[in-house]
């Protein structure tokens, strides 16, 4: 079966540094990656992801992703936090029809 | 064009009551998915359907039920309401597997006493 694992519950950032929230993913055959940005009180909006082709990805709100099949990661990236950047994120895994989610992570942006 | 809506967004049930989420969708997608969210615990598929006329069991799909009588809704039923189905629930749609993106709804916070 398919699986995702977001080893971070919590990542801490200051305004304006680089930020990476984690995924490493368990996959049979080929690996169909996405991820998610959930505000308080909101449903889950799409950001990004990964089918096939380039290994760097890019989303909304300048968010991108690398896919490392080596590592068998598909980490979330931003050069330059913000504020608003601040919410629950979650990666997940095609399974036949749906999607199986990682747990979440709660990035905190500070000013 | 709405994309995916949800009625009702909030509601408070005693145990053993009943009720029904309708999540409704646009987009003419064929897929269509019930989650819960539980601190925690990401998101979890309840049921989903790959047609109209169509549904089929989830990780979670114990004491619920659903039905997908046309194409654009998609309802979810709770017989008998109970504590451990306090929840969010939050319905998706998606095209052509497996490389559409799913779109989710607002989602619906039940409290079950």
């Known amino acids: 079966a398919q699986s995702v694992a977001q080893p971070e519950d919590q990542v801490n950032v200051a305004e304006g540094n680089p930020l990476t929230v984690k995924c490493t993913y368990s996959?049979?055959?080929?690996?169909?990656l996405f991820w998610y940005v959930q505000y308080p009180n909101r449903g889950l909006q799409f950001l990004l992801k990964y089918i096939t082709g380039d290994n760097l990805v890019k989303g909304s709100y300048g968010f991108e992703a690398e896919f490392n099949k080596s590592q068998t990661s598909f980490h979330l990236k931003k050069p330059s936090a913000l504020v608003s950047d601040s919410a629950l994120y979650f990666c997940?895994?095609?399974?036949?029809?749906?999607?199986?989610f990682g747990k979440g992570t709660t990035l905190s942006v500070s000013s | 064009n709405a994309g995916v809506t949800q009625t009702p967004k909030f509601r408070v049930l005693k145990t053993g009551q009943s009720m029904t989420l309708l999540c409704a969708q646009d987009m003419n997608h064929e897929y269509m998915y019930w989650y819960r969210q539980d601190p925690g615990m990401g998101l979890r598929l309840i049921h989903y359907?790959?047609?109209?006329?169509?549904?089929a069991k989830g990780e979670v799909p114990d004491g619920y039920n659903v039905s997908r009588l046309k194409k654009q809704n998609f309802l979810l039923g709770l017989e008998s309401a109970a504590p451990s189905q306090t929840s969010v629930y939050f319905c998706a749609s998606s095209g052509d597997i497996p490389t559409d993106t799913q779109y989710f709804g607002p989602g619906t916070r039940l409290t079950v006493l």
């Open positions: 359907s790959v047609g109209e006329g169509t549904t």
């Open positions: 996959v049979s055959g080929n690996p169909y």
């Open positions: 997940a895994v095609r399974e036949v029809t749906a999607l199986i």
